[in-house]
């Protein structure tokens, strides 16, 4: 049971960046990304529905970041754009069995190691 995220990395203000998890050896009905900066709780940024791809983003990057699968590789993505400095974070992959797309950090089953991102000028 492995999520091995990558993508990460340093990126300017208003700059884009894509994010990649890697899921092997386990089952699961949805899939997203929290995101945790220094001296904050982890947060939900978004998820999607491993079959039909229903989706949900937090307020915070509605418009901005964008979650997709490809369920021949196994991968989740996160596509994000005009990036701001509070964007800033360690971002987590993480996988929940249940049917539903929840936002609770606790609901999820699985989680990868995280990939720091660093937006600065």
């Known amino acids: 049971v492995q999520l091995v995220e990558s993508g990460g990395g340093l990126v300017q203000p208003g700059g884009s960046l894509r994010l990649s998890c890697a899921a092997s050896g386990l089952t699961f009905s949805s899939i997203g990304w929290f995101r945790q900066a220094p001296g904050k709780e982890r947060e939900f940024v978004a998820v999607i529905k491993w079959i039909g791809g229903n989706t949900y983003y937090a307020d915070s990057v509605k418009g901005r970041f964008s979650i997709s699968r490809d369920n021949a590789k196994n991968t989740l993505y996160l596509q994000m754009n005009s990036l701001k400095p509070e964007d800033t974070a360690v971002y987590y992959c993480?996988?929940?069995?249940?049917?539903?797309?929840?936002?609770?950090?606790?609901?999820?089953?699985?989680w990868g190691q995280g990939t720091q991102v660093t937006v600065s000028s």
């Open positions: 993480a996988a929940r069995v249940g049917p539903l797309l929840v936002v609770t950090t606790t609901r999820y089953d699985y």
